[in-house]
């Protein structure tokens, strides 16, 4: 395989996840070069003339063949530091009177539904809305904002490194947090898919 291979992904998968694969793929095809633009938008694939795009959520482009590579896993997290200065929830319902993260859809124009936290134990569902402490589509100045100790904050974790250092922490695990999109993978349909698209969505399925 071989030849240059033009990608899009979303900024916080691309960091966590493609990014420390990387040298490892290098090592098993060193004749493919990589051109990568952080975007989660097809709109944006089209404009780039992307050869393979990551996207979280729905597509609704059918000129496209959607592959699915994985669904996220919403959880609830905070920082160490955060949690000693004003506690551990013990339900979703105390969610209420904590300080809370709220990471949006750059496409929507509204907070709603994004602070409307769906959840559900044996069986038994409900929903939390919680506080805009601090909003935005960002999701790594988020991210920067919780391990820094400004709150609580619902996202699928793609770096399980952030837990295993201990610079977050998972809470309300007895409770799932139902609502995450999925992450797929998108290409243009085409009579053969050329090797260096088709190499490199197997590494990224390796890598998930």
């Known amino acids: 395989a071989a030849g240059t291979l033009k990608l899009g992904a979303p900024p916080g998968f691309a960091r ?3 990014m420390p694969m990387l040298p490892e793929f290098n090592r098993r095809h060193p004749d493919i070069r990589i051109e990568m633009r952080n975007s989660g938008s097809v709109v944006d694939m089209h404009l780039s003339g992307a050869d393979l795009h990551f ?8 000129s496209l063949v959607v592959r699915p590579l994985a669904r996220l896993r919403f959880g ?3 920082s160490p530091g955060y949690l000693a ?23 929507s124009s509204t907070i709603a539904p994004w602070d409307q936290w769906t959840y559900e134990r044996d069986g038994v569902e409900g929903a939390v809305q919680v506080g805009h402490h601090l909003v935005t589509d960002d999701r790594e100045a988020l991210l920067e904002a919780a391990i820094a100790g400004a709150g609580l904050f619902r996202m699928g974790m793609f770096s ?14 007895q409770w799932q947090w ?31």
């Open 16 to 18: 966590h996840v493609l």
């Open 55 to 62: 996207r979280i959520g729905p597509v609704a482009d059918s």
């Open 76 to 78: 609830v997290y905070a």
């Open 85 to 107: 200065r004003h506690g551990i929830p013990a339900s979703p319902e105390q969610l209420r009177a904590h300080r809370t993260l709220v990471h949006k859809s750059p496409r």
């Open 160 to 173: 399980p490194a952030l837990l295993s250092s201990g610079r977050l922490v998972r809470v309300l695990e």
């Open 178 to 208: 139902p609502g995450a999109p999925a992450l797929s993978m998108l290409y243009r349909r085409m009579p053969r898919v050329p090797r260096r698209i088709a190499v490199f969505m197997a590494f990224a399925e390796e890598a998930v």
